[in-house]
């Protein structure tokens, strides 16, 4: 590979830190880009410029957005009064795409792991928790992933609001033990909506 020029190789390094983009990978996309009109190499180079410029995190549910509040929590559509907890921004478009929810998020930024050393305070719980005291929140569904860390917190947010008048619910039936939301299908998570149980 080292007979590339210096540009090319700069490039097939710099794409090959991306995840899942092996030397390989990297190499065929490199030449691909070196090889496209110009324009799509201009468009490319633009679109990666503008998305580091422009996303944020959204002030009320924390997706990602390019305005302050994102276009879940600023859709008069979307009920208001609904929650579903999920742990990162993949998990949340996992049931969006099943077209099964239409109330809002709350993204955790991670799950309860004291083996690595992550607390309550290290993921945004207490800003649930703020929410949640809204007087207009009715229920708060669980959707934490099905592993041990996403069981541990979706149990530590429970234990914290079962004296509240919120109704939780956690998604049930279809999403494997140590699934991860991302990659369930998506009938199995529009059932999984569907069929969430009270806790």
Do not use: W
């Not at 020029?5 to 390094?13: A, H, M, S, V």
């Not at 959707?143 to 509240?164: D, P, R």
């Not at 039936?173 to 969430?196: C, F, H, N, V, W």
């Amino acid at each position: 590979m080292n007979h590339y020029p210096e540009p090319i190789l700069k490039l097939i390094n710099s794409l090959s830190k991306l995840p899942g983009i092996g030397k390989n990978t990297a190499e065929r996309l490199a030449l691909h880009i070196l090889h496209a009109p110009n324009h799509e190499a201009v468009t490319l180079a633009s679109d990666i410029i503008e998305l580091k410029n422009s996303i944020q995190i959204c002030t009320v549910c924390f997706a990602l957005s390019d305005k302050d509040k994102c276009r879940i929590c600023s859709d008069p559509q979307r009920d208001q009064t609904s929650i579903c907890v999920v742990e990162n921004p993949t998990d949340m478009s996992a049931i969006e795409k099943s077209n099964a929810f239409l109330g809002t998020y709350h993204i955790l930024g991670g799950a309860l792991s004291p083996i690595d050393g992550i607390g309550p305070d290290d993921i945004r719980i207490k800003e649930l928790f703020k929410r949640a005291a809204s007087k207009t929140i009715k229920e708060i569904i669980l959707a934490t992933k099905t592993n041990v860390e996403g069981e541990a917190t979706a149990s530590y947010i429970l234990e914290k609001l079962k004296k509240t008048k919120i109704k939780l619910t956690r998604i049930a039936s279809g999403i494997p033990m140590g699934g991860d939301l991302q990659y369930i299908d998506q009938l199995t998570m529009q059932k999984a909506m569907e069929k969430r149980y009270d806790v």
